[in-house]
C-alpha cells in the first residue's frame, strides 16, 4: 500500500485526523521543550564565551550593583540593553544558570509556535509538527538556547513582530503592539534597525502593510529606542542610541586585515585597540575613534570595501566560520560538520520549493519571507555576518518551507484521492 493509500485508510487527511496531527505537533513541541530543560540541567553552569560573561556581568550589577554597569562602579552603554534586563528579570527571582537556559528553551518553544502561526494565510495541514520537525532537524537552534547569548530573545522577538505585522486587517492596537516589540528587539539585537526597514518596506509593497501603519509601527519603535537614548544622555551627556560597541563592530568588519569569514576573530582591529588604550579613551571616545578609523579606511580603499561587503553578504548563507583560538574548543569539527549538514538541508528544501514555482506559484507571504531573508543579508553585511547572528533569521525560511511541505501533502492527497475532504 502506497503512503497515500495508508493515509486515506487511516483517514489523514479528514478534520478529525488534521486535529490529532496537530496533537501530534503538540506533543513533539513539548518532547522538544523537555529535551531543552534537561539539556539545560546537563551543561554545565559556566559562561563559555566572552559574550557570556559581560552579559552575566551586566544582569548581576542591575540586580545587585549600582545599575547598567560592566565593572560594578561605573554606569556604562557598552552593550545593548535588552538581553541583559532580560537576564536580571530571571536573576531577581532567584535564577540561575539553569533559569536562564530553561528560559531560553520556553522561549524557543514560543517562537516555533508563533512561526506556524504565520507560515501561511491559512491554517497550515501539519502545521505546527512540521515546522516543529524542521526545528528538530537544525540543531544549530537547539545548542544556542542554551547559550548565554541575545539570538534565542532575539528570534522570538523578531518572529512575535512579524506575527502582529502580518495579522490582516490590522488594528491601531496591533500595529502599536508591532512597533513596542520592534523596539525592544532593536534594543536586544540593534542590527535589526535594519531589519525593520526591510521588514515594512516589502510589506508596504507587497500592500500586506498600508503605509500609514508601517509609520505607526515605526513611530512607536522609535519611541522605545529613545527610551533609552535619553537614558544614555542623561548619564553621559552623549547621543549613544544604543550601545556604544556599534564603532567597534563596524572596524571589525571593515578594516586592511577583515576578511568576510571571521569577524571579531580578525585581528585587524586590534591595532586600534591599542591605540584606544595608549590614549586613555573612554567607551565612547573609543566608539567614536573605531567607526573613523572604519570610516576612513572605506573611503580611501573603496573598491577593497566594495568587495569585501560583497563577500560579507555571501557569507551570510555560509555554512562554516572561522572562530578565535578562545572560543574554538567550545566548537568542534562534529558540531560544525552537523552544523553545515542541517543549514544545507534547509537550503535543499528552499531549492526544491523554488523549482515547483510553475506547479505552486510563490503567494504573497512566500514572497515575503524569502525577500526580508535574503536582503538581511546585505543589512547584515555593513558590520560583519557570522551563523549565530544569522539565526533569527533562519526561521523564515522554516516557515517557507514548513507551509510548502503542509501544501504539498494537500496537493498530493488531492491529486491521488479526487473524492478526499481535507
Not at 540541567?41 to 551586566?58: G, I, S, T
Not at 501603519?213 to 553621559?236: C, E, K, M, S
Request: proline residues 5%; aromatic residues 14%; positive net charge.
Amino acid at each position: 500500500m502506497s503512503l497515500p493509500d495508508l493515509f486515506q485508510a487511516k483517514g489523514l487527511f479528514n478534520k478529525p485526523a488534521a486535529a490529532s496531527l496537530d496533537k501530534i505537533g503538540i506533543l513533539l513541541l513539548l518532547l522538544y521543550l523537555l529535551a531543552g530543560i534537561i539539556y539545560s540541567a546537563v551543561v554545565a553552569p559556566v559562561a563559555r564565551f566572552p559574550d557570556e560573561q559581560e552579559y552575566l556581568k551586566l544582569s548581576y550589577n542591575l540586580v545587585h550593583g549600582p545599575g547598567y554597569s560592566m565593572d560594578g562602579v561605573h554606569l556604562t552603554a557598552c552593550r545593548p540593553p535588552g538581553y541583559a534586563f532580560f537576564l536580571a528579570g530571571i536573576r531577581a527571582l532567584g535564577g540561575g544558570f539553569i533559569s536562564f537556559r530553561v528560559a531560553q528553551f520556553l522561549l524557543q518553544a514560543a517562537t516555533i509556535f508563533l512561526l506556524c502561526q504565520i507560515c501561511s494565510q491559512k491554517k497550515p495541514f501539519a502545521g505546527l509538527l512540521i515546522t516543529t520537525a524542521l526545528v528538530i532537524c537544525y540543531p544549530v537552534l537547539f545548542f544556542t538556547s542554551a547559550t548565554l547569548y541575545p539570538q534565542t530573545l532575539g528570534a522570538f522577538f523578531f518572529v512575535l513582530a512579524l506575527y502582529l505585522t502580518l495579522i490582516n486587517p490590522g488594528s491601531l492596537a496591533l500595529n502599536a503592539m508591532a512597533g513596542f516589540i520592534f523596539g525592544v528587539l532593536i534594543l536586544s539585537v540593534p542590527t535589526f534597525l535594519f531589519t525593520l526597514v526591510v521588514v515594512l518596506g516589502v510589506a508596504s509593497i507587497l500592500r500586506i502593510l498600508r503605509l500609514r501603519n508601517a509609520l505607526l509601527i515605526t513611530f512607536v519603535a522609535a519611541l522605545i529606542v529613545g527610551t533609552w537614548t535619553v537614558r544614555n544622555a542623561i548619564y553621559f551627556h552623549r547621543f549613544v542610541p544604543v550601545a556604544s560597541n556599534s564603532g567597534l563592530n563596524l572596524l571589525e568588519g571593515n578594516n586592511a586585515q577583515a576578511n568576510p569569514y571571521e569577524a571579531a576573530a580578525n585581528i585587524g582591529a586590534r591595532p586600534y585597540g591599542d591605540m584606544v588604550a595608549k590614549l586613555g579613551l573612554d567607551e565612547f571616545q573609543a566608539d567614536a575613534f573605531y567607526r573613523k578609523a572604519a570610516l576612513t579606511w572605506i573611503k580611501a580603499h573603496p573598491v577593497d570595501a566594495f568587495i569585501l561587503y560583497i563577500e560579507k553578504t555571501l557569507n551570510f548563507f555560509n555554512v562554516i566560520n572561522v572562530y578565535s583560538s578562545q572560543i574554538h574548543a567550545e566548537v568542534s569539527v562534529g558540531r560544525q560538520v552537523v552544523m553545515a549538514a542541517s543549514y544545507l538541508f534547509l537550503l535543499a528544501l528552499v531549492g526544491w520549493r523554488l523549482l515547483e514555482i510553475k506547479r505552486v506559484p510563490l503567494n504573497q507571504r512566500e514572497i515575503f519571507f524569502l525577500a526580508v531573508y535574503i536582503l538581511s543579508a546585505f543589512t547584515s553585511a555593513i558590520f560583519f555576518t557570522r551563523i549565530r547572528l544569522r539565526l533569527p533569521y533562519d526561521y523564515l525560511i522554516i516557515a517557507l518551507i514548513s507551509a510548502h511541505l503542509g501544501r504539498r501533502i494537500e496537493i498530493w492527497a488531492a491529486a491521488r484521492h479526487p473524492g478526499v475532504k481535507n
